[in-house]
T-cell receptor, first 109, second 115 residues
Framework: GQNIDQPTEMTATEGAIVQINCTYQ??????LFWYQQHAGEAPTFLSY??LDGLEEKGRFSSFLSRSKGYSYLLLKELQMKDSASYLC??????????WGAGTKLIIKP | NAGVTQTPKFQVLKTGQSMTLQCAQD?????MSWYRQDPGMGLRLIHY???????DQGEVPNGYNVSRSTTEDFPLRLLSAAPSQTSVYFC??????????????FGAGSRLTVL
């Protein structure tokens, strides 16, 4: 079966760095997405990786290793507004998205 | 641009009632989809459409119908509501499905409770 695993919840301190991991087993691979979802709101797109390596976008970076079925989202200089759930999704061989359950990130002052 | 507009935001139904969740997008996106989101689970695809007149089933289609008569609109119909359909529903669209960079734009969500 297809499976996406990410931690349920993480806590970090304002101004610090946090890494949210995502491991996957899917039927084929056409890219990995990270979305941010604030409580009670819709998911919004953060990043897309299809090749191995690190993609940097401001305070957020996303890494992919296809051989290990592994990705992480790195958030630097954490701000209170970064408190949200972070959703990992993999596009399979049929171009369908398989979603993880999301990681709830709590930022403490 | 309004993006993806979903209505209603909240709805309470009794078991056996039917209703339609509306979804409209103004971005000329070919691909539209409906997801449900339940606590502790990933988003699950209900139905999707790759263009006007074309619909297909996702992972959890039972109890739901869709139609796509125009590019803009993609309503989701609950035929006979059941408590198991209590959930938050999201409509999402993108330019296409058949590419890797299929970035979805989501509507604000519809919270449905079935008693």
């Amino acid at each position: 079966g297809q499976n996406i695993d990410q931690p349920t919840e993480m806590t970090a301190t304002e101004g610090a760095i946090v890494q949210i991991n995502c491991t996957y087993q899917t039927s084929g691979f056409n890219g990995l997405f990270w979305y941010q979802q604030h409580a009670g709101e819709a998911p919004t797109f953060l990043s897309y990786n299809v090749l191995d390596g690190l993609e940097e976008k401001g305070r957020f970076s996303s890494f992919l290793s296809r051989s290990k079925g592994y990705s992480y989202l790195l958030l630097k200089e954490l701000q209170m507004k970064d408190s949200a759930s972070y959703l990992c999704a993999v596009m399979d061989s049929n171009y369908q998205l398989i979603w993880g359950a999301g990681t709830k990130l709590i930022i403490k002052p | 641009n309004a993006g993806v507009t979903q209505t209603p935001k909240f709805q309470v139904l009794k078991t056996g009632q039917s209703m339609t969740l509306q979804c409209a997008q103004d971005m000329n996106h070919e691909y539209m989809s409906w997801y449900r989101q339940d606590p502790g689970m990933g988003l699950r695809l209900i139905h999707y459409s790759v263009g006007a007149g074309i619909t297909d089933q996702g992972e959890v289609p039972n109890g739901y119908n869709v139609s796509r008569s125009t590019t803009e609109d993609f309503p989701l119909r609950l035929l006979s509501a059941a408590p198991s359909q209590t959930s938050v529903y999201f409509c999402a669209s993108s330019y296409s499905m058949g590419t890797g960079a299929n970035v979805l734009t989501f509507g604000a969500g519809s919270r449905l409770t079935v008693l």
